[in-house]
T-cell receptor, first 115, second 113 residues
Framework: DGGITQSPKYLFRKEGQNVTLSCEQN?????MYWYRQDPGQGLRLIYY???????QKGDIAEGYSVSREKKESFPLTVTSAQKNPTAFYLC??????????????FGPGTRLTVL | AQSVAQPEDQVNVAEGNPLTVKCTYS??????LFWYVQYPNRGLQFLLK??????LVKGSYGFEAEFNKSQTSFHLKKPSALVSDSALYFC???????????FGTGTSLTVIP
């Protein structure tokens, strides 16, 4: 998991609450990503950012928001508009296409449960 | 549009036997292909990648993968499976331009002692 930290490891949310998941990397990577993982569905892209102060929606962005104010940090907010947020959330980073065709590095994940 | 298919949700193999986890892809242009492994409640770990060159790519923990352009496949292989190889395996393809990755739905590998 090296170089990328996610917190908390487990998170419980009451219905109607917004929660923020933290993702920090010290790899000096330009690109960062948020994925949602549900059983049998693989990884689905929520948002990604190629550079500071810029980000793009992925396939399932509705009900989520992000910010990229610093290169090292890419927090994800799960809003009350997300109707089924219980899932395992993975953050990843990569050097960026301009620095070669490199793989992504993943954090350890945050498991979010709605009570 | 880029896409990845892993046709098998579950693969079972006896310890010591060779294993194969299948992956096919659809891309416009040259593919950049990756394999990752995930253990329960953990993030994904990189195993190997194909960018260009030799069709047989060697990676971590004795795994290798064979790129076949005519069959648009990138199957993961290991000559002798270990019980500790039991995990969830993901194939991924990267866009030629931009930074987006596309993942298959994963294959759960169980190595039986």
């Amino acid at each position: 998991d090296g170089g990328i930290t996610q917190s908390p490891k487990y998170l419980f949310r009451k219905e109607g609450q917004n929660v923020t998941l933290s993702c920090e990397q010290n790899l000096n990577h330009d690109a960062m990503y948020w994925y949602r993982q549900d059983p049998g569905q693989g990884l689905r892209l929520i948002y990604y950012s190629q550079i500071v102060n810029d980000f793009q929606k992925g396939d399932i962005a509705e009900g989520y928001s992000v910010s990229r104010e610093k290169k090292e940090s890419f927090p994800l907010t799960v809003t009350s508009a997300q109707k089924n947020p219980t899932a395992f959330y993975l953050c990843a980073s990569s050097p960026g296409a301009h620095r070669g065709y490199n793989e992504q590095f993943f954090g350890p994940g945050t498991r979010l449960t709605v009570l | 549009a880029q896409s990845v298919a892993q046709p098998e949700d579950q693969v079972n193999v006896a310890e010591g036997n060779p294993l194969t986890v299948k992956c096919t892809y659809s891309v416009s242009g040259n593919p950049y292909l990756f394999w990752y492994v995930q253990y329960p409640n953990r993030g994904l770990q990189f195993l190997l990648k194909y960018i260009t060159g030799d069709n047989l790519v060697k990676g971590s923990y004795g795994f290798e993968a064979e790129f076949n352009k005519s069959q648009t496949s990138f199957h993961l292989k290991k000559p002798s499976a270990l019980v500790s190889d039991s995990a969830l395996y993901f194939c991924a393809v990267r866009e030629i331009t931009g930074n987006q990755f596309y993942f298959g739905t994963g294959t759960s590998l169980t190595v039986i002692p």
